[in-house]
């Protein structure tokens, strides 16, 4: 079965610098994809960023980018410059290519960009 | 402009009532979810659909039912069967296809609160 952890329950980070969030996935399917997904206080769920298995190098997206280590089984959230919109929980989560293909989340991660 | 319509946004019920939450998506996307979270936690998958009149219980589906009979739309009811229904209900839609990521596009979600 599918597992998702993300260690951190809050984070916190100046406005402007940098953030790491981590998230560890174990899956047995040799074929997978992996999601992140902002969700500010309203309650929408955001996508962000997509990573897949066999993806070559880490997907970027503007501010956003995946460090991906595939012998880890790591999938960890980098966001530079950060900004006061940037607060929120932050959910980590994959789907298996084999059977119910439906994204498993992490429990989330809050953070909180201070100025 | 395309997106997915939750409704209502907020509900009340009694214990011991049924209520149904209403999924409606004009994305054109074969494959629906319907799922729960709880304060501070991450999603838990309650029901998927990706076809027509077909669907699966996911990890949580007790004290749950959909049905599947038009492809824009999935109202999932929270039965009285169900021991904790109070939560937020986010329901999803996802293009179906190896070729594609498997993104899901959320609704904006539900709120139920059992008095």
């Known amino acids: 079965a599918q597992k998702i952890t993300q260690t951190q329950p809050g984070m916190f980070v100046q406005e402007k610098e940098a953030v790491t969030l981590d998230c560890t996935y174990d899956t047995s399917d040799p074929s997978y994809g992996l999601f992140w997904y902002k969700q500010p206080s309203s309650g929408e769920m955001i996508f962000l960023i997509y990573?897949?298995?066999?993806?070559?190098q880490n997907a970027t997206e503007g501010r956003y980018s995946l460090n991906f280590q595939k012998a880890r089984k790591s999938a960890n959230l980098v966001i530079s410059a950060s900004q006061l919109g940037d607060s929120a929980m932050y959910f980590c989560a994959m789907r298996d290519h084999t059977g119910r293909r439906a994204l498993t989340f992490g429990s989330g991660t809050r953070l909180q960009v201070q100025p | 402009d395309g997106g997915i319509t939750q409704s209502p946004k907020y509900l009340f019920r009694k214990e011991g009532q049924n209520v149904t939450l209403s999924c409606e998506q004009n994305l054109n996307h074969d494959a629906m979810y319907w799922y729960r979270q709880d304060p501070g936690q991450g999603l838990r998958l309650i029901y998927y659909s990706q076809i027509v009149n077909d669907f699966q219980k996911g990890d949580i589906a007790e004290g749950y039912s959909v049905s599947r009979e038009k492809k824009e739309s999935f109202p999932l009811t929270v039965t009285s069967a169900q021991k904790n229904p109070t939560a937020f209900y986010l329901c999803?839609?996802?293009?179906?296809?190896?070729?594609?990521?498997?993104?899901?596009?959320f609704g904006e979600g539900s709120r139920l609160t059992v008095l």
């Open positions: 990573q897949g298995s066999y993806d070559q």
């Open positions: 999803a839609s996802s293009i179906v296809g190896l070729e594609n990521t498997g993104e899901l596009f």
